[in-house]
Each structure stands twice: as C-alpha cells, then as structure tokens.
C-alpha cells in the first residue's frame, strides 16, 4: 500500500510559478508510474502530466505542454509539478496519483492510488 500527500499548492498570480510536491510512504512507488490530475469545481477530474518510473517517458495534457514539467525523485519518493506561465483557467485541486505499472496513461480509471489533493487559485 502507497500512501501519496500533495502539498506546495496555493494563490499566485497569472504568469506566475509553483511548484507541486507529492511524496510516497509506505510500499515502495519507484516501479510504479505517476501521474498528476487536477479537478475545478464542477468539471470533472482530468489529465494533466504522468512519468514513467524511470523518467524516459512522460506525456501531458495539451493544455499545460510547454508550461508544466513533470519530475520524480525516486530516492526522495517525491514527484514534481513544476507550473509555469500559470492562467486562471489551471485553477483546481490537483491530485497525485500511482499505477502499478511501468506505461504512462492519462486514464484516471488506470491509476490504483491517489492523494487528497492540493488547491492551487491563479488570480486572473
């Protein structure tokens, strides 16, 4: 069993930056694909980055390619979103989540174990 906890969310401005921390406890997640989902109020739950467990493969949402970056630390058990150019449209509860499995997916059905979320508010 992998416990997940998201922090580092918050209120910034529109062009602005953060950055998303989700760390692991518990069975081990460096075999395990993540990914990170973000739900606005409303909207249902969606796709927004995921990575392999070794780092060669990442995929993202069109949405977000070429502001946000995806990264893991396996000997941290962490995984990074790091948001850049932030709009007000990115504004949700975004939510860190692992398969067990190597293959990145955008599916949230795929993934077996998920965080509580962290809030993140761009002002326009």
């Known amino acids: 069993q992998v416990q997940l906890v998201e922090s580092g969310g918050g209120l910034v401005q529109a062009g602005g930056s953060l950055r998303l921390f989700c760390v692991a406890s518990?069975?081990?997640?460096?075999?395990?694909?993540m990914g990170w989902f973000r739900q606005a109020p409303g909207k249902e739950r969606e796709f927004v980055a995921a990575?392999?467990?070794?780092?060669?493969?990442?995929s993202y949402a069109d949405s977000v390619k070429g502001r946000f970056t995806i990264l893991r630390d396996n000997a941290k058990n962490t995984v990074y979103l790091q948001m850049n150019r932030l709009k007000a449209e990115d504004t949700a509860v975004y939510y860190c989540?692992?398969?067990?499995?190597?293959?990145?997916?955008?599916?949230?059905?795929?993934?077996?174990?998920w965080g509580q979320g962290t809030q993140v508010t761009v002002s326009a």
């Open positions: 989540a692992g398969r067990r499995g190597s293959t990145v997916v955008a599916g949230a059905f795929e993934y077996d174990y």
């Open positions: 990575i392999s467990w070794s780092s060669i493969s990442t």
């Open positions: 518990g069975r081990t997640f460096s075999r395990d694909a």
